[in-house]
C-alpha cells in the first residue's frame, strides 16, 4: 500500500529531515511512527500524502509512484488518505456537521450523499447528537474525533494520523487509539506517530522508530 525506496528530505538549510528510508506498509496494517522530537515523523507524514517532497527515492501508494506526480495531481492522492493532525484543524465558525462534510462538497458529492456519509461518519466516533454544535462547545478529545470524522467521510484507504493524542490525557488517548484499531479491523491501513511510548507499549502493533531522520527500528524485523 505505501512504499518507501531510499527516500531523503532535506529541507533548505538543514539536515536531511529524512536519510535513505525503506520500509513497506501493507494494505490493512497497522503501525506507530516514533521518534523524539525533530526525528522526522511529520516529514514522513507529509510525503505520504503530497504535502511535501521528498528530494530523493520512491514513495508508492498502492503501486503508484508520488513522488513523479505533478502538482495539479495530489488532489487525487488526498482521495484516498485521511490525515489527522494533532490540532485537529477544525473550522472554528462551522458547525460539527459542516466541518466533517468539507471533503465531500469539495468533491462535488451529491446532497444526500453528503447527509448520509457526515451521519455514518459522525455516528462511528460516537459524536452524532452533537452534528449542530460548534467545535468551541466541545472537549478536546470530542474535538479530535470531529477530526477523525472529517478523515474518513470520504473512506479513504489510508489513515495517516500526526500525534492525535498529543493534546489529550490518557484515558482519552486510550478512546482514540482503540478507534483507529476499529477502523483499522474494517480494513483501513493505518500509520499513527506519537512519541507517546506508554500508549504503545502494552500493544502489538508494528513500530517504526525514526532516529534523527533515520529508520532506526523496525519492530517487524526485531521482534
Ligand atoms: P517530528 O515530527 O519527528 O518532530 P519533523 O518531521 O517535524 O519531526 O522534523 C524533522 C526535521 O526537519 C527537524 O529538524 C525539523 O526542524 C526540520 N523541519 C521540519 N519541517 C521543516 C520546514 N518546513 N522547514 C525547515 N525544516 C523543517
Ligand atoms: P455508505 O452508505 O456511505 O457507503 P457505509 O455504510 O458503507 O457508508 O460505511 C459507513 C461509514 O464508515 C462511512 O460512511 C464512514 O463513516 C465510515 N468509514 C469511512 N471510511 C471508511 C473506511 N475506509 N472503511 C470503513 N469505514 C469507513
Known sequence: MIHFEHVSKVYSGGRPALQNISFALESGEMAFLTGHSGAGKSTLLKLI?????????????NNYDITQLKKQDIPFIRRH??????????????????????????????????????????????????????????????????????????KPMVLLADEPTGNLDDKLSKDILKLFEELNQTGVTVLMATHNMGLIRRKHHRVLNLNQGRLAGDSQYVG
Open 49 to 61: 500524502c503530497g504535502l511535501d517532497r521528498a528530494n530523493d527515492g520512491k514513495i508508492l501508494l
Open 81 to 154: 488518505i485521511g490525515m489527522i493532525f494533532q490540532d485537529h484543524q477544525l473550522l472554528m465558525d462551522h458547525t460539527v456537521y459542516d466541518n466533517v462534510a468539507i471533503p465531500l462538497i469539495i468533491l462535488g458529492k451529491p446532497a444526500e450523499e453528503i447527509r448520509r456519509r457526515v451521519s455514518a461518519a459522525l455516528d462511528k466516533v460516537g459524536l452524532i447528537d452533537k452534528m449542530k454544535f460548534h467545535p468551541i462547545q466541545l472537549s478536546g478529545g470530542e474535538q479530535q474525533r470531529v477530526g477523525i470524522a472529517r478523515a474518513i467521510v470520504n
